[in-house]
C-alpha cells in the first residue's frame, strides 16, 4: 500500500509550458516532503523539498505547493524544457530520516 | 561531492543463490537506506540503519536481510534469490540529526534473477 499517492503517472508538456505534478499522504507524522528527479540510468536526485510550516516554496523554475490541511503537496514546473524530461517522484519523510516514496511521473517535454 | 557507489550495475543470478549487493559512502553519513524501484510502485523501503550495526525493517524486508559493519558501508543480502526479486536495487545515504536531511544515492544496481 502505497504511503504517498502520485499522479499522473506520464505527463507530456509542450517546451515553454507548466508541469504539474500532484502528491498526497495519509501519515501526519511526516516532516519533510521533497521532490527528487531521475535520469535514466542514474539514482535520483533531490530537486526542492518543503516542510510543513511553509506553504509554497521556489526554487528557479521549480515551485512546490504544499496543503497542509489536505495532506496534498505538487510541484509545478514553469517554463518546461526538454532538459527536464525525466522522472520525477515526491517523497515523504518522517522524523528519524526514512522516507516513503510516491511511484514517479515520467515526464517528457517536446521542443 | 557526495559519492554513493554500489558494488555492481548489472547482476545475473540464478533462482536460489545468495547474492549480496555492497553500497560504499565516502561522506561519513550516519544514515543509510535499501529501495528497490520498480515500474509504477516507485522506490520502497527495504531496510535502514541510522548507525553501524543498527537496522530498521522498511515496507518490504521478506526475503532480505542487510549488515552494517563499518559505517560507510551497508549490505543487502538475498538469502535465496527468488524471480520476483528481479528489480533496480538502489543505496541511499544521508545525515542524521534533529531535521530530516537530503538522501544521497548510488547508481543502482539491476538485478535479473532467472
Known amino acids: 500500500q502505497q504511503q504517498v499517492k502520485q499522479s499522473p503517472q506520464s505527463l507530456i508538456v509542450q517546451k515553454g509550458g507548466i508541469s504539474i505534478i500532484n502528491c498526497a499522504y495519509e501519515?501526519?507524522?511526516?516532516?519533510?516532503f521533497p521532490w527528487y528527479q531521475q535520469f535514466p540510468g542514474k539514482g535520483p536526485a533531490l530537486l526542492i523539498a518543503?516542510?510543513?510550516?511553509?506553504s509554497e516554496k521556489k526554487e528557479g523554475r521549480f515551485t512546490i505547493s504544499f496543503n497542509k490541511s489536505a495532506k496534498q503537496f505538487s510541484l509545478h514546473i514553469m517554463d518546461s524544457q526538454p532538459g527536464d524530461s525525466a522522472t520525477y517522484f515526491c517523497a515523504a519523510s518522517l522524523l528519524r530520516g526514512d522516507m516513503r516514496f510516491g511511484a514517479g511521473t515520467r515526464l517528457t517535454v517536446k521542443p | 561531492d557526495v559519492k554513493v557507489t554500489q558494488s555492481s550495475r548489472y547482476l545475473v543470478k540464478r533462482t536460489g543463490e545468495k547474492v549480496f549487493l555492497e553500497c560504499v559512502q565516502d561522506?561519513?553519513?550516519?544514515?543509510m537506506f535499501w529501495y528497490r524501484q520498480d515500474p509504477g510502485l516507485g522506490l520502497r523501503l527495504i531496510y535502514f540503519?541510522?548507525?553501524?550495526?543498527?537496522?530498521e525493517k522498511g515496507d518490504i524486508p521478506e526475503g532480505y536481510s542487510v549488515s552494517r559493519e563499518k559505517k560507510e558501508r551497508f549490505s543487502l543480502i538475498l538469502e535465496s534469490a527468488s524471480t520476483n526479486q528481479t528489480s533496480m536495487y538502489l543505496c541511499?545515504?544521508?545525515?542524521?540529526?534533529?531535521?530530516?536531511?537530503?538522501?544521497?544515492f548510488g547508481p543502482g544496481t539491476r538485478l535479473t534473477v532467472t
Open positions: 501519515n501526519t507524522a511526516f516532516d519533510y
Open positions: 561522506m561519513d553519513h550516519e544514515n
Open positions: 540503519s541510522y548507525d553501524v550495526k543498527m537496522k
Open positions: 541511499a545515504s544521508s545525515f542524521r540529526g534533529l531535521l530530516v536531511y537530503e538522501q544521497y
Open positions: 518543503i516542510r510543513p510550516d511553509v
